[in-house]
T-cell receptor, first 117, second 112 residues
Framework: NAGVTQTPKFQVLKTGQSMTLQCAQD?????MSWYRQDPGMGLRLIHY???????DQGEVPNGYNVSRSTTEDFPLRLLSAAPSQTSVYFC????????????????FGPGTRLTVL | TQLLEQSPQFLSIQEGENLTVYCNSS?????LQWYRQEPGEGPVLLVT?????EVKKLKRLTFQFGDARKDSSLHITAAQPGDTGLYLC????????????FGKGTKLSVIP
């Protein structure tokens, strides 16, 4: 199993450009999510999905769109990039959401380092 | 909004020393996880604690969940350079909740 894969590894955009960060997992996980990690801010949830066709907003959703057409893929779209979106983006997946009060293991991808000029 | 405060934010110690990292909140969590992240990589789960007062050991790492399930600690005995990394705690509020709340992390450097 490749686990969670993310592409690209690095990306530089100009303000106003759009792009899609790709995320795929081969573990048949129901739950997938996108986080951004900024210095001193920890990991903040952008969007998440509990299964194909179902998505919802996290803590910092503005400026981002997601879709989940298949179990395997969960792309993150930046509609019009802004310098404030410069960050490291992580995709994560887990077999289930939270069962019996105990969070399931989140498997993280290697991240995409995005710079918006 | 549930918050998790981690302390210290940075920690630099000599190889062989012991250390403790704390994760505190005013909110009750149904479970708490600890992740370790190395530079250029995603976080990797170390442990999940569920029961108040629970203690789990992973080789030289000891994790404890507070009795009231509002705090947790990670103790490392005889730290080694391989322990260097960013340690993150993450809490979940309970069944049916899809979201994890992450602390800001403790950056540990173990000097040989």
């Amino acid at each position: 199993n490749a686990g969670v894969t993310q592409t690209p590894k690095f990306q530089v955009l100009k303000t106003g450009q759009s792009m899609t960060l790709q995320c795929a997992q081969d573990m048949n996980h129901e739950y997938m999510s996108w986080y951004r990690q900024d210095p001193g801010m920890g990991l903040r949830l952008i969007h998440y999905s509990v299964g194909a066709g179902i998505t919802d907003q996290g803590e910092v959703p503005n400026g981002y769109n997601v879709s989940r057409s298949t179990t395997e893929d969960f792309p993150l779209r930046l509609l019009s990039a802004a310098p404030s979106q410069t960050s490291v983006y992580f995709c994560a997946s887990s077999y289930s959401r939270i069962l019996a009060g105990a969070a399931d293991t989140q498997y993280f991808g290697p991240g995409t380092r995005l710079t918006v000029l | 909004t549930q918050l998790l405060e981690q302390s210290p934010q940075f920690l630099s110690i000599q190889e062989g020393e012991n250390l403790t990292v704390y994760c505190n909140s005013s909110s009750v969590f149904s479970s708490l996880q600890w992740y370790r992240q190395e530079p250029g990589e995603g976080p990797v789960l170390l442990v999940t604690v569920v029961t108040g007062g629970e203690v789990k050991k992973l080789k030289r790492l000891t994790f404890q969940f507070g009795d009231a399930r509002k705090d947790s600690s990670l103790h490392i005995t005889a730290a080694q350079p391989g322990d260097t990394g960013l340690y993150l705690c993450a809490g979940s509020s309970g069944a049916g909740s899809y979201q994890l709340t992450f602390g800001k992390g403790t950056k540990l450097s173990v000097i040989p």
